[in-house]
């Protein structure tokens, strides 16, 4: 092992999703308590039992974690809050399994939620960050994705990407989420349907967005003892990594954080990338599923089209991605979109993804991205995961 | 109750045989004022500004405030105005006897010389002419030259050309004649002021001024339908605003004519 | 290729006026020091004094040294464009109402990456130029133009959107009498005004820019004394609703210090054109003008006021007519911040002496009308707030941004006596 300390002896608990809903009247401190509910039933813990808990949300404003203790009735010894976006899931997994390894709390929740009300896109983006303001929403005010089609655009040019390339990786991601009940896609789309798609900022269309609704996701990291005290199925980190800021030179963002630290992530966690059963990446759009399938190993830099051409990215395929829909099709719930493919990949692992269940899955990558604070995601973190217990 | 003078002119006044001529222009921002070379201060034109008409900024009243000079429209010029009548004692609008408000007016008819002359000048032998035809003009009488100017608007009003405003006035000699073998009360006239257009050009320059105001008498100026009034016989109403130490005022003239003099 | 605009065509009378939208407008206060520089046309980026990275978006200390010393200067605009995208939904009321809309990713030579509106002749891949104007909120925005001018380049409408263009539209003129209106008419007419009015007072006195101007194609003179309430009002009720561009030259001036006249007559007057006028005309043209900012091709976009530069800095030869061009530059500041949700914009165009009557014994530079009507018409084509025409105002101007204090010791120096 390199420098990295492992995280042997902490393990994931209790993966837990609401149903997600395009629109909402409830707050996010409502839909954060159904999934910390949901997570707890699922151990049989009491709240009072929980002593670290993190959060991570978009329109919880003016609450922070802070708010939530006393709103909840939480009295934790270790309180986190993770602006981090789509990073956060494996960035508060990272968190609490070193509050956990150094005994600076025992049972940590990890929550991530979001509403949706009618205004609540435009308000956000409204105010996201300063450089957004300053720089980037005056400028046909897009939101992510216009920045995004941007680097679409740049991606397709330098590496010859077409649209059908992007389009067979929607199309698979649907496929997956009909198999979820919680999607809120319901309908299936064909390649056809999606390259005659509404262009919502060129090259990006309809079908390349992310639907944003209201959920929320959350699991529960303690030690391996504790999890087997309490005969729970469990899952293992084998490895993680995180970035932020990477790259800044780099004109338009073509590579991620990853790139920067993937070798220590396979060092850490012993393995290689054709070990993963199923791969979680951060899809807020195609072409950034794509960069993280390049930065994390699989191919080398602008060949993920050609990589993906000849596989099945379906739960049933050689290449399972994003299997209970991702946020293409089951809905990004705001923060929530970063613990979707983590809290799914625990399911896997440990063999209760039920319908979206991957046959034999036992090792997982799971990729997060996001925080478009200009024109780039700034986060980026990685981990693989694996079945401890069942 | 026996009849005395004023009631028989109440009664006139009541039944139309005396009859109340307007003689003034009205005042409005559009109407013209002397123009004086830049270097100079000017006159003020006059100038309304509303500040409220039954609305937030008073609810229940409409009123304006007003900006003018005291030479603005038709109005009088007192002894203090000029020079020649500034150490005169009761030279200010606020100290000459009210008496002189009201009195006999003569009116020298110069329409149709000035109909073809814009320059037409009022000369001892033109008052000699009228007298004549009229009789001598009394003491102590307004004199006003009727020229018609009044019915001309805008820019035909003031006449001004490159070489300076060309419009009728009386000559030197005429004033003179007037002040000093007449002993009149004031002139009177239709344009903007007492003398003529070109009257800087006369030695001494505005002489309508210099010897009237010299002498203590009165001037009238922008005055209009002249041509309603007999050549003698109406009585003249002419009482500037009582302002402290001022030079004139813009008035309202008005004449009470008897009815077959019309 | 950029389509010639056409003229519009005449306003259907049936159908409501659409209400004026904004970008958005929430800038941080560093980043405003763009939108001063846009304010006046230039494109200024940070510097940094230390190590000499070049920063955007603004900040306030070097992304590559830390250093907290950032100074903005005039920057290289020459760039190329790495990738482009067309938008065709936003949840921005003022970009909804105009998509398709093209933005793109420009690698500036000076360094940094920017995101910026894209000019309908760029190229992808291709070099461009890049401009800062004013957007309809007021703040700054890039704009990327093509390296080589196209034809027609004025009219792409995200261009057009930021400038005060003439074309097309209509333009009151306030003052007849002041000898720039017949230059400030033919330039107006060269970069395609539509038709101009312009207002004369007291039409019983002549004047010799009257003779001219009324010989002039496209010009409608009509009755307008900027110190008569009434006439202000009445003018406005007949042609305030086809004010697209209003032109405030109405300007009373004599010479003098407040000890080198002996009453307040002339300066009642001054401040009676220059300051009230100004106001007057305000009151009345202002809210239809505000009303017709989104209303098509010939929309309301400008106030011009004509000021001396000596609004900024008092020149005490004409001490009193300069008070009152303060009086006039903070009025139209409270103005322009009182049209800020409309979009209209407001110019303050400052000239030093000009060539005419009362500045004749001042020595040269003199302004001349055609630079004055040259300052403004450019000025209205980039969407300027602020503009300096001829070289003293130039000069009073960098004086002033330096240190206003030393400029008014440097002004106003008695002489050395005996």
Request: aromatic share 8%.
């Amino acid at each position: 092992m390199g420098k990295r300390q492992s995280y042997d002896g902490v393990v994931l608990c209790a993966p837990f999703t609401t149903a997600y809903q395009r629109y909402s009247i409830e707050t996010a401190h409502w839909w954060i308590a159904r999934a910390l509910k949901g997570s707890l039933d699922l151990a049989g813990l009491r709240p009072s039992e929980i002593d670290g808990f993190t959060v991570s949300s978009f329109t919880l404003f003016p609450d922070t974690a802070v708010g939530l203790t006393q709103h909840l009735g939480l009295s934790p010894r270790w309180l986190d809050h993770i602006p981090m976006g789509g990073a956060s899931g494996v960035v508060a997994l990272r968190r609490a399994a070193r509050a956990v390894q150094s005994g600076d709390a025992d049972i940590v929740a990890c929550v991530a939620g979001d509403t949706n009300h009618i205004d609540s896109f435009r308000l956000m983006l409204s105010s996201f960050s300063r450089f957004a303001s300053d720089a980037s929403y005056p400028y046909g005010y897009g939101g992510p994705n216009a920045n995004f089609a941007l680097l679409t655009d740049r991606y397709m040019q330098e590496f010859g990407a077409t649209r059908e390339d992007f389009g067979k990786i929607c199309v698979a991601q649907r496929q997956n989420a009909l198999s979820n009940p919680g999607a809120v896609m319901k309908k299936p789309l064909t390649l056809e349907q999606y390259l005659a798609a509404k262009p919502i900022s060129d090259p990006i269309a309809l079908f390349d967005c992310v639907m944003p609704c209201a959920g929320s996701e959350a699991f529960l990291v303690m030690s391996e003892e504790e999890a087997a005290k309490r005969a729970l199925p469990y899952a293992r980190i084998s490895g993680a990594i995180e970035r932020h800021n990477a790259h800044a030179e780099d004109p338009i963002q073509l590579r991620g954080g990853w790139s920067v630290d993937i070798d220590e992530l396979w060092d850490m966690a012993s393995c290689a990338p054709v070990d993963m059963d199923l791969v979680q990446t951060y899809d807020d759009y195609p072409v950034i599923s794509a960069m993280q399938i390049e930065d994390l190993g699989f191919c080398p830099k602008g060949e993920a089209p050609s990589f993906l051409r000849d596989k099945d990215m379906t739960i049933k395929g050689d290449f399972p991605h994003n299997t209970s829909g991702g946020q293409l099709s089951a809905g990004q719930a705001g923060a929530a979109g970063g613990f979707i493919g983590l809290v799914e990949a625990i399911r896997q692992v440990t063999g209760q993804a039920g319908p979206t269940q991957v046959a034999g899955a036992s090792s997982a990558l799971v990729s997060g991205f996001g925080m478009i604070n200009y024109d780039r995601g700034v986060c980026s973190a990685a981990a693989v995961i694996t079945g401890g217990a069942r | 109750m026996s009849e005395t003078i004023l009631s028989d002119l109440a009664k006139a006044l009541g039944d139309q045989s005396i009859k109340v001529i307007d003689l003034t222009h009205t005042l409005d921002p559009d109407f013209p004022v002397i123009i004086l070379p830049p270097e100079f201060n000017q006159c003020a034109r006059f100038r309304m500004e509303e500040i409220s008409a039954y609305d937030h900024r008073g609810p229940a009243w409409k009123w304006h405030n007003i900006t003018l000079s005291e030479h603005t429209g038709t109005h009088f010029d007192a002894p203090a105005h000029w020079i020649s009548g500034r150490d005169l004692p009761n030279n200010s609008v606020d100290t000459i006897n009210p008496a002189n408000f009201v009195g006999p007016v003569m009116v020298i008819d110069c329409s149709e010389g000035s109909a073809t002359n814009e320059d037409f000048e009022l000369t001892p032998e033109l008052i000699l002419a009228w007298e004549e035809e009229h009789g001598e003009i009394p003491e102590d009488s307004w004199v006003l030259m009727r020229t018609d100017w009044s019915k001309k608007t805008g820019a035909d009003y003031l006449n001004m050309r490159d070489d300076g405003p060309h419009s009728p006035g009386p000559t030197p000699d005429a004033i003179r004649f007037l002040i000093h073998e007449r002993n009149i009360r004031g002139f009177g006239t239709e344009t903007v002021g007492t003398d003529a257009g070109q009257g800087s050009h006369y030695t001494p320059p505005y002489p309508a001024h210099f010897y009237l105001h010299g002498a203590g008498k009165f001037g009238l100026q922008c005055l209009a339908n002249l041509d309603l009034l007999p050549p003698r016989g109406a009585i003249l109403l002419a009482a500037p605003l009582k302002i402290k130490d001022g030079t004139g005022s813009p008035l309202r003239v008005m004449a009470l004519v008897q009815g077959n003099d019309i | 290729m950029t389509d010639p605009l056409p003229p519009p065509p005449k306003k259907n009378p049936q159908v409501r006026t659409v209400s004026p939208t904004r970008p958005p407008e929430a800038r941080s206060r560093t980043a405003l020091g763009l939108s001063a520089a846009a304010a006046e046309g230039r494109f200024a980026l940070q510097h940094c004094d230390d190590c000499g990275k070049v920063q955007y978006p603004p900040r306030d200390a070097c992304s590559g040294c830390l250093s907290t010393e950032l100074r903005w200067k005039d920057t290289d605009t020459k760039g190329t464009l790495l990738a482009e995208t067309t938008i065709h939904t936003s949840t921005k009321l003022y970009f909804r109402e105009r998509t398709p809309w093209r933005t793109g990713s420009v690698q500036l030579d000076a360094g940094p990456v920017i995101i910026c509106h894209l000019h309908g002749d760029c190229v992808r891949n291709g070099r461009v130029d890049i401009i800062n104007r004013l957007d309809r909120s007021g703040q700054a925005v890039l704009l990327a133009l093509p390296s080589q001018r196209s034809p027609h380049m004025e009219d792409d409408p995200q261009l057009r959107a930021m400038t005060s263009d003439p074309k097309h539209r209509r333009i009151l003129i306030t003052d007849a009498r002041n000898p720039n209106t017949p230059e400030i008419v033919k330039a107006l007419c060269d970069a395609g005004a539509s038709m101009i009015f312009v207002g004369l007072s007291e039409a019983w006195r002549p004047s010799p820019t009257v003779d001219a101007l009324s010989a002039m194609d496209k010009v409608d003179m009509l009755p307008l004394d900027v110190t008569d309430t009434h006439s202000v009002q009445k003018l406005a009720g007949a042609i305030g609703g086809k004010t697209d561009i209003l032109i405030n030259n109405a300007r009373f001036l004599r010479p003098g210090g407040v000890l080198a006249r002996s009453d307040t007559s002339f300066a009642k007057e001054e401040m009676e054109v220059n300051y009230f006028g100004l106001m007057r005309l305000a009151q009345s043209f202002g809210p239809a003008m505000a009303s017709r900012t989104a209303d098509g091709v010939n929309a309301s976009v400008a106030w011009v006021n004509i000021l001396s530069v000596h609004a900024l800095s008092s020149q005490p030869e004409f001490g009193c007519f300069s008070a009152s061009n303060a009086a006039a530059r903070s009025l139209s500041q409270s103005l322009r911040a009182e049209f800020r949700a409309s979009g209209l914009r407001v110019m303050n165009l400052y000239c030093g002496p000009t060539e005419d009557e009362w500045y004749q014994p001042l020595p040269p530079p003199k302004v001349t009308p055609q630079a004055v009507a040259r300052t403004l018409v450019t000025g209205l084509q980039n969407g300027l707030e602020e503009t300096y025409c001829g070289d003293v105002a130039k000069d009073v101007f960098e004086r002033f941004r330096d240190n206003p204090l030393i400029l008014e010791r440097e002004t106003t120096l008695a002489g050395d006596g005996a």
